[in-house]
């Protein structure tokens, strides 16, 4: 955390900024308080970027429009019903929500909204004590002497943001009951700011984990992704593991803290998924370092090996996981459509658990080109993924086998450099296309012609391109052969 002096400086930035003066100014003309709350606050203590705007008023939907708009690019009220309007200032992205005290009602399945008209109890209702402090940017209502820019701080987040502690405004079992969905964001704040979570609240946190069920699987889904794509996200997910909540929300994972065979010991999965998982957030950083993080590289390494539960065998003094890759690629496939991620992500997740044990072999007997081929074709645009995948599986503890491995993969990499620079190899398909298939063969679209696009293919995959006369004659004999 910065000190004092610093931040108080950024703050001041914050509010001499051109869109906040111009609002504070609108917002104090109109009588309405007005005060940047959570993120920009917290982040401005903790030298961290705000990338976000985000203010509170006493002021409704319909007057924070009304003040709004003449000073806006674009205004949207896609969160109207919860108080909620947006609008764009310049190169500023701004909310504005009415003070409000909302309660979950465990019905619905989402928070119900009561707007309020004091900041105290719109920020007691908050989350986080390091997220419930306000900066009040206009002269306070009920206090004419007041100077702005006025901290309100109601639950000591100031301290806590000092600690290093995350801790509720409110009791944790009243706050969470309000609305569950805050116990997995207890999950990301912790690992997102690197904070120990409250005993009482992962005490709450234990206590209350059925109660992740009352919430929608959008919800689930979105604040897990959030959680994931934190440059460290294993911390959060030993939180939800220990509280019981990854059982409900993910229960495949847990399901990794496999018991070890008295004769038959093998590697605690659980603790090797989430190595994986952080190996491949700092490889993914370290290849694509200006790209944003990506989700499903991610899901993939948290998910690889949860098909081997139901795959383990004791052979002698061994354990086995034939096939975990098949069954793990279908189990992913089944979490992930229930948490209503999107097909492209369902898909993409499923194919990396299926095929992230296709390279070991590699580093024992060299790979024909062919093979190389098979390894890019089948891998398609998923092929950077994986990668990282791949690279980030090897936690063995053994330095000459994560060396011999390493090479293997370096070599790899090297040989698909060359075959795509000779070989276009993105857009692999046969020589031949379905309507030279039909010309030279005399054939009519049907089944046919799709046989002898495949076993194009495949001759291509196997020997390189052949260009079209030759194809022609691989193709002619093919035909000839037939029964």
Not at 26 to 50: I, N, T, Y
Not at 201 to 215: F, Q
Not at 428 to 440: K, S, Y
Request: net charge negative; aromatic share 6%.
């Amino acid at each position: 955390m910065t000190d004092m002096a610093e931040a108080t400086e950024r703050m001041h930035a914050l509010v001499a900024s051109a869109p906040t003066a111009r609002l504070a100014e609108a917002f104090a003309a109109a009588g309405h308080e007005l005060a940047l709350v959570g993120g920009p606050v917290r982040d401005a203590f903790l030298d961290r970027p705000v990338t976000d705007l985000d203010f509170a008023s006493s002021a409704t939907p319909d007057e924070i429009l009304a003040l709004v708009a003449p000073l806006a690019d674009a205004t949207w009220d896609v969160g109207r019903e919860f108080g909620t309007i947006a609008a764009r200032i310049g190169r500023d992205t701004i909310e504005i929500t009415t003070y409000r005290a909302d309660t979950y009602d465990g019905v619905s399945r989402k928070p119900s909204v009561a707007f309020g008209d004091r900041l105290e109890d719109d920020l007691e209702r908050r989350d986080f004590t390091v997220n419930a402090m306000a900066l009040v940017i206009t002269p306070r209502r009920d206090d004419g002497e007041s100077t702005v820019p006025q901290l309100v701080d109601v639950g000591g987040g100031l301290e806590h943001l000092l600690q290093g502690v995350l801790d509720t405004p409110m009791a944790p079992e009243r706050s969470f009951d309000d609305d569950p969905l805050r116990m997995m964001r207890a999950a990301r704040f912790a690992a997102q700011l690197g904070f120990e979570v409250a005993p009482r609240v992962v005490t709450a946190m234990t206590a209350l984990a059925e109660r992740i069920r009352d919430i929608s699987a959008e919800r689930v889904r979105d604040e897990l992704s959030k959680l994931l794509l934190t440059s460290s996200p294993v911390p959060g997910l030993r939180l939800l593991t220990e509280t019981g909540i990854l059982d409900i929300v993910l229960p495949e994972v847990p399901a990794l803290r496999l018991e070890a065979d008295e004769h038959a010991h093998h590697k605690d999965v659980f603790e090797h998924s989430l190595t994986v998982l952080q190996q491949g957030i700092d490889l993914e950083a370290s290849r694509n370092p200006d790209a944003a993080p990506d989700l499903v590289s991610r899901l993939a390494g948290l998910l690889h090996d949860i098909g081997k539960p139901a795959t383990r065998r004791i052979e002698g003094r061994t354990v086995t996981f034939h096939q975990h890759d098949l069954v793990g690629a279908r189990l992913a496939k089944q979490r992930l459509k229930a948490l209503r991620f999107d097909n492209d992500t369902v898909k993409a997740v499923a194919r990396l658990v299926e095929l992230h044990l296709r390279f070991y072999g590699y580093g024992e007997q060299a790979w024909t080109d062919s093979a190389v081929r098979r390894y890019v074709r089948d891998a398609g645009p998923l092929l950077e993924r994986l990668h990282i995948l791949t690279r980030s599986d090897v936690t063995t503890r053994n330095r000459r086998k994560a060396e011999r491995l390493d090479f293997a993969y370096d070599d790899l990499e090297r040989r698909i450099a060359e075959l795509r620079e000779q070989e276009e190899m993105e857009a692999v398909r046969p020589d031949l296309d379905g309507e030279q298939i039909m010309a030279i063969l005399g054939i009519r679209p049907g089944r046919e012609v799709g046989e002898a696009y495949r076993m194009l293919l495949e001759h291509r995959l196997e020997h390189g391109p052949l260009g079209a006369e030759r194809a022609e004659a691989v193709l002619r004999d093919w035909w000839s052969s037939r029964p």
